[in-house]
């Protein structure tokens, strides 16, 4: 690799004045060295990167696929395609295995949740990153500290204090819930935004007599628009992809949400081995998350990676 | 500015920081208490017992496998992860062919592409990406062995999580599947902000692309990398590998223990056999080994920071 390499300037020089297009590089003799060893390693790089793809996507195809499959070939032959299309699976999975309770289960916990965590989030962040009083310091760590600690150390006590409220599998509990766990993200990712919005326009509409909760809500939410955007994509695939928290605090079979309704129908062998169903209902949960990934693409990478670099 | 000032924050702060004071930190100082007392969780009386729990912990061989299987999580897995992530975030951004007039060192074609398609699997929930896999590692009619069987491999049938030498690994397999394409975005956008002239004097002294990626790419990228594995690693030791392990393995735990881990071992203790104060003692457990895990990575991966 390295000898290659030794007459690196020439083609830099050269090249600055001409267009760059990729037909014209096979014409160039003098670069011949260095084009093979790029297109080599282009090759190799693109060889390795399909292959991950394909190990990413097939998974996935292979579900779809499934999911529109008689109950018989699944076992008998997982990888050929569907002799016909059995859309039955998925109407009888909406219905008789009650995805459709899930689906809406899920839908009303996410919801609230993802409202409660967006209102109560914003109000601790604003007030964490624009004001100075005894406390605040130790209120943003206090936060802060949630983001690192084992979640199942406090689930034990949790599940109690949850009963003693009264709240025991309840779609109004569990949003709570929801909410609590998500406030340490959320108030780290806001106050940080909140700080970098100017100051000058919120005190102009506080001069002019408004007070700081009209000001509050608003002035700087709609200026706050893109980081609750992206903070609120982050947190409808947190609480929509949430198994460990329904798991404990929500044991009774109507109030499921998705995750658990799959896994106990997969417990329970497919309700009455309808794996086809279990398949249809599988897919049915993936949808709404890749299509919400696939829309809002940009925000929701970068409000997961932040959560990597505090 | 003072008028009303501090109602205002009274009023803003008391709904979120109750909540969050009832439903989490309430919780987390309630189990270090009752890690000292009997309590089953079953009945509202108990008494303390002072460190009898921490004893009985000590000889629990269940526990001393679950705490080996959480370490190989916690230190394994991110290392399998974030190299394969760092190769292929490598390639997406350094790999591609020079073009004549641009820059030195380039991204390959369809980078975006790659970048969106390997993240797919980070959106799905652990539970739906465990039964997914739980299905295809069937040993008798799943995907992986009928594919060996079609290709031919018919000797080939591992009983996969059946096998309790086999069955951790598949498991963190899948984490690892379901994980690489975050760390391949993480670091990529870490790439693009490392300026191309620090390339293009590399590659005027001669350097290849390894010596490229271990000089310039992988220190400048140092502190991305290391939060990344505490990041990783704290997910791990946690609520990820508790989906996995308690969906895909029988049992759940695997055969003979093979997979069990301390969220795990919490979770069924608990809810399962109602010792609820042994729980949160090795939860209490779970706790040490996290924060320890995190300042280990964070003390050996000190080095001189990087400006550029």
């Given amino acids: ?310 | 500015m003072q008028h009303g000032k501090y109602r205002f924050i009274v009023g803003f702060l008391a709904l979120p920081l109750g909540l969050y004071a009832l439903f989490v930190v309430w919780p987390f100082i309630q189990s270090i208490y009752y890690s000292f007392t009997d309590w089953t969780g079953l009945s509202p009386e108990f008494k303390m017992v002072g460190l009898d729990n921490y004893r009985r912990m000590l000889d629990d061989d269940i526990f001393w496998k679950s705490l080996q299987h959480s370490l190989m999580f916690a230190v394994a897995l991110p290392l399998v992860t974030i190299s394969l992530a760092l190769f292929f975030a490598f390639m997406i951004n350094v790999g591609g062919r020079r073009r004549k007039g641009g820059p030195v060192i380039s991204g390959v074609r369809g980078s975006s592409f790659y970048k969106i398609v390997y993240f797919f699997p980070q959106v799905l929930s652990i539970a739906i990406v465990a039964l997914l896999f739980a299905f295809a590692y069937n040993p008798d009619s799943g995907a992986i062995n009928s594919f060996f069987r079609g290709v031919g491999l018919d000797g080939l049938q591992p009983l996969w999580l059946g096998d309790p030498d086999l069955a951790l690994w598949c498991v963190m397999a899948v984490l690892v599947w379901s994980t690489v394409g975050f760390f391949v975005v993480l670091f990529s956008a870490g790439m693009a902000s490392i300026p191309a002239d620090l390339y293009e004097a590399a590659l005027l002294d001669g350097a290849g692309r390894a010596a490229t990626f271990f000089r310039i790419t992988l220190p400048l990228l140092w502190d991305t990398v290391q939060s990344g594995w505490v990041y990783m690693g704290i997910l791990a030791l946690g609520a990820e590998s508790f989906a996995v392990v308690q969906i895909m393995t029988t049992g759940p735990g695997g055969p003979d223990y093979s997979t069990t881990v301390m969220v795990l071992y919490v979770y069924q203790k608990a809810f399962r056999d109602g010792q609820a104060a042994y729980a949160t003692t090795i939860g209490v457990a779970l706790l040490v080994v996290t924060l320890a895990f995190a300042a280990v990575v964070m003390r050996l991966g000190r080095r001189e920071r990087l400006e550029y």
């Fill in chain 1, 1 to 310: 690799m390295k000898t290659t390499e030794t007459p690196a300037p020439l083609p830099a020089e050269s090249g600055s004045a001409v267009p760059v297009t990729k037909v014209g590089l096979s014409t160039e003799k003098p670069a011949a060295e260095k084009k093979t060893e790029g297109n080599v390693l282009n090759a190799f790089s693109h060889g390795i990167l399909v292959i991950w793809a394909i190990m990413v996507v097939l998974p996935l195809l292979w579900a779809v696929m499934t999911s529109f499959k008689g109950d018989g070939s699944i076992f008998g032959s997982p990888w050929s395609l569907p002799d016909t299309l059995h859309f039955d699976n998925w109407s009888r999975a909406w219905t008789e295995a009650n995805m459709s309770d899930y689906f809406l289960n899920t839908v009303l916990v996410v919801g609230g949740s993802l409202i409660g965590t967006l209102v109560l989030g914003s109000m601790a962040a604003y007030v964490l990153a624009r004001f100075d009083f005894p406390g605040n310091r130790f209120i943003y760590f206090l936060f802060i500290g949630g983001m690192s600690f084992p979640i199942m150390l406090a689930l034990v006590p949790l599940f109690y204090v949850v009963n003693n409220m009264g709240l025991l599998n309840s779609i109004h509990g569990l949003i709570l819930v929801y909410i609590a766990y998500s406030l340490p993200f959320t108030v780290f990712f806001l106050t940080a935004f909140f700080r970098t919005l100017p100051t000058s326009v919120a005190e102009a509409a506080f001069v002019d007599g408004a007070s700081h909760s009209r000001t509050f809500f608003q002035i700087m939410v709609p200026m706050a628009k893109p980081g609750l955007i992206s903070v609120g994509i982050f947190n409808f695939l947190g609480q929509w992809n949430q198994y460990m928290l329904p798991t404990v605090l929500n044991t009774d079979p109507d109030k499921r949400v998705l995750t658990q309704g799959l896994v106990q129908l997969a417990v329970s062998q497919g309700y009455k081995g309808d794996w086809s169903g279990l398949f249809a209902g599988l897919v049915m949960a993936m949808l709404p998350v890749l299509a919400a990934y696939i829309v809002f693409q940009r925000q929701v990478v970068q409000g997961l990676t932040a959560g990597a670099l505090k």
